[in-house]
């Protein structure tokens, strides 16, 4: 009895020593927090998407809202480094992602398989620069998550070693995970050519009543 004890111990032990402990971080920068249903949530993710100027990191267990996805696409047409690292299942076979369509856009993808579930839902915005942000909390890339969910989200600027942990956590998934290679859409290949034309513009995402609510953005008349 005494040497199952003892041997459960030493393997907690073990398993205690291989993880990291946290470090503090210099609490620098400015907060911004939202709270769904009640506030803005997606405005601050379209705001801090437009203001990106050299690179966009993205940890997403699950993108369907379409306005972030057009959001996405804007970024990465004025020359924003934009990269995504998704949830495998919930990419591949959850009927309403935008994961493929921003794939065949260009946008560079890669699908997390080594957890059960790649539950991150992080962007990390220009962190090569002085100012810049991470935006991190229970906030799925879904209409669900503004409409519907009780969620919350961090805006967190200006704080540089920070966005650095972030950044190379973002990296370290990234360097493990598998190259988006694609899902078989209905139609074939007319269909996935179809999908990948209309995916060429930034509002390809939109409804017809949110373009018309972006009009300005969208550059429709």
Not at 52 to 71: D, E, F, K, N, P
Not at 90 to 98: K, T, V
Not at 194 to 208: H, I, M, V, W
């Amino acid at each position: 009895m005494r040497r199952g004890v003892a041997l459960l111990a030493a393997c907690a032990f073990v398993g205690a020593a291989s993880i990291a402990l946290a470090q503090p971080l210099p609490a620098v920068g400015t907060v911004e927090v939202a709270f769904t249903p009640w506030d803005d949530a997606e405005g601050l993710i379209l705001r801090s998407l437009r203001e990106a100027r050299r690179s966009v990191r993205m940890q997403a267990y699950i993108l369907s809202s379409r306005t972030i996805a057009a959001a996405l696409q804007e970024a990465q047409s004025r020359g924003v480094d934009v990269r995504i690292l998704a949830d495998r299942e919930m990419a591949e076979q959850s009927d309403h992602s935008l994961v493929p369509l921003l794939a065949a856009a260009g946008i560079p993808v890669r699908l997390e398989t080594r957890y059960s579930v790649a539950h991150n839902k992080v962007m990390v915005i220009d962190s090569e620069g002085d100012q810049p942000l991470v935006l991190t909390g229970s906030y799925n890339y879904t209409w669900s998550a503004q409409a519907r969910n009780a969620e919350n989200l961090l805006a967190l600027r200006g704080n540089l070693a920070l966005a650095e942990a972030y950044r190379i956590n973002w990296q370290r998934h990234w360097d493990e995970a598998q190259p988006y290679a694609g899902v078989s859409l209905s139609g074939g290949s007319a269909r996935r050519d179809s999908e990948r034309k209309a995916a060429q513009s930034p509002c390809a995402f939109l409804t017809g009543a949110e373009k018309r609510l972006l009009a300005g953005e969208c550059k429709l008349h």
